[in-house]
């Protein structure tokens, strides 16, 4: 099976390739910025209908959610306008697409954990150019799943377990957001749940294509994950001090782009498909660290 992933070197993608790598008779096209810009609409068209693949996975991604509130030109043709366009190609093939999507659809106004079928009203550039790319690429009539996700860490590339690390080498003391709530994703639980449809599309098992929350277990929020991010960095022996950090509002941490302050998805739709329950989010935390810590 002739797999394409867009996004190749970003947090998920990379992981991502890692572990198709060890699967056999996969041949894998990992793609970046360089071999296709998502922002050149006939360049995609253009690999696509080269590679003429039997899978396509997207982990690429305007993830800027800041910046995208002052370029939402960019991240609408990234988010947007290129799902759009794989979706239209794959449907040509007849080979099915793999997405990843985001927490950052819904407003963050429930009060309970957020279904796959619940009402969605991004409140951000990003998450509305996010949504748009969820609809077109179900529109597009192209076999597909869309993994929504939420507060994504990982081994590669940059996310807030890397940021608080990084914050305590200058300071001892830190404010961190008390008030959104949400479940820390762990790369590799992404990478798994990828992996287990990409099995069932190779080996022809009938596949319940749409959407699903993907989100590894445990709800928290930012100031009690930064909390268990430095107690777990002391124990592990990357930081040598105990961090003070003072849970802040969001109304003292104003950013360009609003956050939904509770994005908790309910991820019992993939737990179902895939047989087992994600792994809680300090398992990842556990294996960021030690990565990180054999990496120095
Ligand atoms: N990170 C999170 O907390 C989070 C939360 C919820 C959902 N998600 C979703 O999860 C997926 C994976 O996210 P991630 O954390 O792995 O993101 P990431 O590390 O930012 O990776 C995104 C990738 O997209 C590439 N990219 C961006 N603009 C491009 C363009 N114009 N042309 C070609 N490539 C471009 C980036 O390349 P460069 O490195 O060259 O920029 C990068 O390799 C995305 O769909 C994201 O929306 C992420």
Redesign the pocket.
């Known amino acids: 099976m002739k797999i394409l992933i867009f ?1 190749a ?5 990379t992981s991502l390739v890692n572990a198709l790598k060890a699967i056999e008779d996969l041949s894998l096209c990992a793609l ?2 360089e071999d ?4 050149d609409t006939q360049k995609i068209k253009e690999q696509i209908s080269l590679i003429r693949p039997d899978l396509v996975i997207n ?5 800027a959610v800041d910046k995208a509130e002052s370029d939402e030109i960019t991240a609408d043709l ?1 988010n947007h306008t290129a799902m759009e366009t794989i979706g239209k190609e794959t449907h040509k093939l007849d080979a099915p697409v793999i997405h ?4 950052y659809v819904y407003t963050g106004e429930a009060k309970e954990p957020y279904q796959e079928t619940d009402e969605t009203g991004p409140l951000s550039v990003y998450g509305k150019t ?1 949504l748009l790319g969820d609809l077109s690429l179900t529109a597009s009539n192209a076999k597909h799943i869309i993994l929504r ?4 860490f990982g081994e590669h ?1 940059a ?1 807030f377990v890397k940021t608080m690390l990084r914050l305590s080498e200058g300071r001892d003391e830190i404010n961190v957001v008390s008030d959104q709530r949400g479940r820390p994703t762990y790369s590799g639980d992404i990478v798994a749940s990828i992996v287990f449809f990409v099995e069932q599309i190779r080996t022809k098992k009938a596949v319940n294509w749409g959407i699903y929350h993907c989100s590894s277990n445990g709800e928290t929020n930012w100031y009690e994950f930064a909390v268990a991010i430095f107690a777990a960095a002391k124990v592990n022996g990357l930081i040598n001090k105990s961090m003070k950090v003072n849970p802040i509002p969001t109304s003292q941490y104003p950013t360009p782009a609003p956050r939904p302050l509770y994005s908790v998805l309910n991820t019992q739709k993939l737990e179902k498909t895939l047989g087992h329950k994600i792994p809680h989010w300090n398992i990842g935390l556990e294996k960021v660290l030690s990565f990180i810590k054999a990496e120095k």
């Open positions: 996004g070197k970003g947090q998920v993608g970046d910025r296709c810009d998502f922002t982990c690429c991604a305007y993830t990234v990843i999507s985001t927490d996010k996700t939420s507060w994504v590339g996310n």
